[in-house]
């Protein structure tokens, strides 16, 4: 198994409620930045607004916490960075690394059907981030029914890796895009998010507690908030969900 980058810690569980409510203790008593915790199995896994994530054994479920110097405005980019993140680990173990694809806000997709998930919570203080948790889900080995949603897993097309392989190395690409983002700002990690995301013209339905909106992709805003081309002109969306297919 490879080494974790320098100041990372991997913790593995056998079975936890939730990796997130764990590392969100954590987080809150003073745990210092680079921790990351794996369960095998989750009783109480959870994903966007409360949602159940089925957690069989077999698959990915990892939070990581992340103590980032940085104003509280830009808590989103660490969102962008999870899934960017995620599925160039995951990528690792495909005969093509390019076939992984973005639906904003947080799945990953294979062949059009859900792959992976991610729940990115943070804490800020006087206007600083204070920390970040990053909750994601992979489906590794096993792919657990979704009403209305087609999923689909690692095994499904290639050999599935060992879920701490696949642990190592997400922390790795979380590490290194964390340094891209310190070094160089965001735009690296926009550019990477709209390389796998949907093509430019695409038409989406977003579904908002305002109601639907169809509208062409117009790609990302600098920070990372969808972009849709509608009768009304180019409209930035900071919150809502693609419907299904809609990427």
């Known amino acids: 198994m490879a080494m974790l980058p320098p100041g990372w810690r991997l913790r593995v569980e056998a079975e936890l409620p939730s990796t997130s409510d764990l590392l969100l203790r954590l987080a809150a008593a003073g745990e210092p930045d680079g ?7 989750q009783t109480s896994g959870r994903g966007r607004d409360g949602r159940n994530w089925q ?3 077999g698959n990915l479920y990892i939070s990581l916490l992340l103590r980032p110097d940085a104003p509280a405005s830009e808590a989103s980019h660490w969102a962008l960075l999870g899934a960017v993140a995620l599925a160039e680990a995951l990528a690792r173990f495909l005969p093509d690394p390019a076939a992984i694809r973005l639906k904003w806000p947080n799945d990953l997709l294979l062949g059009g059907a859900k792959l992976a998930g991610m729940l990115c919570e943070a804490s800020a203080r006087d206007g600083r981030i204070e920390w970040v948790v990053l909750g994601l889900g992979a489906n590794l080995a096993v792919a657990p029914a979704i009403e209305g ?5 690692i095994a499904a097309h290639s050999p599935a890796p060992d879920a701490e392989d696949a642990a190592v190395a997400l922390v790795s690409t979380v590490d290194r895009w ?3 983002l310190a070094g160089e700002g965001l735009g690296p990690l926009l550019e990477a998010w709209q390389r796998r995301g949907p093509a430019l013209g695409a038409r989406l339905t977003l579904r908002t507690t305002a109601g639907e909106t169809i509208g062409l992709y117009r790609g990302l805003d600098r920070d990372g908030a969808l972009l849709l081309e509608t009768a009304g002109g180019i409209r930035r969306f900071a919150t809502g969900e693609l419907a299904a297919g809609g990427d």
């Open 149 to 153: 949603r087609a999923t689909t897993c």
């Open 55 to 57: 957690s069989p054994a």
């Open 178 to 180: 964390r340094r891209v």
């Open 35 to 41: 921790l990351a915790v794996m369960a095998r199995r």
